[in-house]
């Protein structure tokens, strides 16, 4: 069964200082893998997603994230955190095939806390 | 480009009531999906549709849950009678169509409470 799993439940970090929330997976064949931030009250935002190329993509705000085919993980980095990047992130695997062809699997979350 | 239009963006009802979802994807989005998030965890699928047919359903408790895609754009997602359980954030997303590459994008939610 293909899935996600985001060990930590909550980050914290201090303004400026890098960060790293951590995703593993299990899937079948090549991932195709995703990063969303949900801020408080609000919709899922697309961050960054990886599909083939590149191990290091570049996405939205400054975050980047390492794709690590021997690890099987793809973590989300920022160079230098921001209070406002304060949120929930969640790391996701796009399936294949099976009945929900398409469909998001999402791990369940982790709670970043930037303190100033 | 608009987003993926919700509403309502709130809902209070009591339990056993019924309650009404709408969501506009994206122009020209073939692929539409309802998931529910319950407050901690990931969202996961009810409901996915390619155009005005589903592709998948087998997450929707089908015994009070309904959603329908008429036209191929516009989605409802009926929940009646309402459980407590119920109590969520229901997200609807729209992406070009089922390929694996392309980008789901989200709407704002409807948030959900039966009480």
């Known amino acids: 069964a293909q899935s996600v799993a985001q060990p930590e439940d909550q980050v914290n970090v201090a303004e400026g200082n890098p960060l790293t929330v951590k995703c593993t997976y299990s899937?079948?064949?090549?991932?195709?893998l995703f990063w969303y931030v949900q801020y408080p009250n609000r919709g899922l935002q697309f961050l960054l997603k990886?599909?083939?190329?590149?191990?290091l993509v570049k996405g939205s705000y400054g975050f980047e994230a390492e794709f690590n085919k021997s690890q099987t993980s793809f973590h989300l980095k920022k160079p230098s955190a921001l209070v406002s990047d304060s949120a929930l992130y969640f790391c996701a695997v796009r399936l294949l095939y099976g009945g929900s062809q398409g469909n998001l699997i999402f791990g369940k979350g982790t709670k970043l806390s930037v303190k100033p | 480009e608009a987003g993926v239009a919700q509403s309502p963006r709130y809902k209070i009802i009591e339990k056993r009531q019924s309650v009404a979802f709408w969501c506009n994807p994206i122009s020209g989005h073939a692929t539409l999906y309802w998931y529910q998030q319950i407050l901690g965890q990931g969202p996961k699928l009810l409901i996915q549709?390619?155009?005005?047919?589903?592709?998948?359903d087998s997450q929707l408790p089908k015994d009070r849950f309904s959603a329908e895609r008429l036209k191929g754009v516009d989605s409802t997602l009926k929940i009646q009678p309402a459980k407590l359980e119920d109590s969520a954030v229901y997200l609807c997303a729209s992406s070009l169509d089922l390929e694996r590459g392309n980008t789901i994008y989200f709407g704002e939610g409807s948030w959900l409470t039966v009480v």
């Open positions: 549709f390619q155009n005005n047919g589903v592709v998948d």
């Open positions: 899937v079948s064949g090549n991932p195709y």
């Open positions: 990886y599909i083939t190329g590149d191990n």
